[in-house]
């Protein structure tokens, strides 16, 4: 059995309401050395595997598939 950690950003071109929002709200509250934010998601999966290299390849068709949309987000896997 695997833990895979799935990390899924926007793309640095796509805009982030949601970061802007959350940056305006950390300057209101005097955190002016925060210089941006960028918010994504955070995904843990067990996986079943018989290797390190099939467990990724699952993630990996996991989060082309359905998790992440490779339009706008990136997305960055971690094998445990």
Do not use: W
Request: glycine share 4%.
């Amino acid at each position: 059995m695997y833990k895979a950690k799935v990390n899924v950003t926007l793309r640095p071109s796509i805009l982030d309401p949601k970061g802007k929002a959350a940056h305006h709200a950390l300057q209101n509250l005097g955190l002016e050395q925060v210089q941006g934010v960028r918010i994504g998601k955070f995904i843990e999966l067990d996986v079943s595997a018989n290797s390190e290299e099939e467990a990724r390849s699952i993630v990996d068709a996991a989060c082309s598939k359905l998790l992440a949309n490779e339009v706008m987000e990136d997305f960055e896997i971690h094998i445990d």
